[in-house]
C-alpha cells in the first residue's frame, strides 16, 4: 500500500534562513507527488507536483522540490523563509484509481523574526 | 468562479444527533471525494466518488454515508454522531486524467461533537 512518512513533526527556523522539509514515499509505481500548504485555520494550497522529467521542480511562493527516486524522496526547500511561510506543510502521493491521494502527516513550521 | 464550495464552515454536535457536511463544486468534475484532517495524521480518505452515481469507501469510511445523485453535488452524512468524528473535513474535487491532476480543496469544514 502507498505511504507516506514526513519526519519532521515541527521544524523551527529564523527569518532569512534556508529551509529543507523532507518527505520519503512508497509506491510500487512512478508516483505523482504533491507538496500542500494549510496556514491555520485555513484550506490547502498547491505548492507544486512533480509527475516526470526534470527532477527538480518550481513551486509557487519561492519553493522548490527535488525528486530522488533511489532515495524515495520528495524534499521541499526554500532558500530564504519569511515569516508568512510559517504554516503546515503535507506532502502526497497520487495513487490508485482515479484520484485518490495519500498524505503525509505534516510538518508544522515555525519561523523567528 | 466558485471553486468546491462547504457548508457549514463550523458545527458543534451532540453525540448521536445526525448531521449533513454539503459539498458543491462548479467545475464540473467527475471525481469527488471527502477527507478528515486529524491531529498528526494528515489526510485521510473517507469516501470518493468518481461520477454521478458511483460510490466507494476510502480508508476511514465507517460512521459516514454519501451518494451523489448530481454532478456537482457530494454531500457527507454522519448518521449517529461520535465524539471519534471530531475533525476537519475537506471535501475536494479533481480533473479527469489520473492521479497526476491538482486535486481542488474545500475549505473545510470544522466539526465537534461533544
Known amino acids: 500500500a502507498q505511504s507516506v512518512t514526513q519526519p519532521d513533526i515541527h521544524i523551527t527556523v529564523s527569518e532569512g534562513a534556508s529551509l529543507e522539509l523532507r518527505c520519503n514515499y512508497s509506491y510500487g509505481a512512478t508516483p505523482y507527488l504533491f507538496w500542500y500548504v494549510q496556514s491555520p485555520g485555513q484550506g490547502l494550497q498547491l505548492l507544486l507536483k512533480?509527475?516526470?522529467?526534470?527532477?527538480l521542480v518550481q513551486g509557487i511562493k519561492g519553493f522548490e522540490a527535488e525528486f530522488k527516486r533511489s532515495q524515495s524522496s520528495f524534499n521541499l526547500r526554500k532558500p530564504s523563509v519569511h515569516w508568512s511561510d510559517a504554516a503546515e506543510y503535507f506532502c502526497?502521493?497520487?495513487?490508485?484509481?482515479?484520484?485518490?491521494?495519500?498524505f503525509g502527516p505534516g510538518t508544522r513550521l515555525s519561523v523567528l523574526p | 468562479n466558485a471553486g468546491v464550495t462547504q457548508t457549514p464552515k463550523f458545527q458543534v454536535l451532540k453525540t448521536g444527533q445526525s448531521m449533513t457536511l454539503q459539498c458543491a463544486q462548479d467545475?464540473?468534475?467527475?471525481?469527488m471525494s471527502w477527507y478528515r484532517q486529524d491531529p498528526g495524521m494528515g489526510l485521510r480518505l473517507i469516501h470518493y466518488s468518481v461520477g454521478a452515481g458511483i460510490t466507494d469507501q476510502g480508508e476511514v469510511p465507517n460512521g459516514y454515508n454519501v451518494s451523489r445523485s448530481t454532478t456537482e453535488d457530494f454531500p457527507l452524512r454522519l448518521l449517529s454522531a461520535a465524539p471519534s468524528q471530531t475533525s476537519v473535513y475537506f471535501c475536494?474535487?479533481?480533473?479527469?486524467?489520473?492521479?497526476?491532476?491538482?486535486?481542488?480543496f474545500g475549505e473545510g469544514s470544522w466539526l465537534t461533537v461533544v
Open positions: 512533480y509527475f516526470s522529467g526534470d527532477t
Open positions: 475536494a474535487s479533481t480533473p479527469p486524467g489520473g492521479s497526476g491532476n491538482t486535486i481542488y
Open positions: 502526497a502521493v497520487g495513487a490508485g484509481y482515479g484520484q485518490n491521494f495519500v
Open positions: 467545475m464540473n468534475h467527475e471525481y
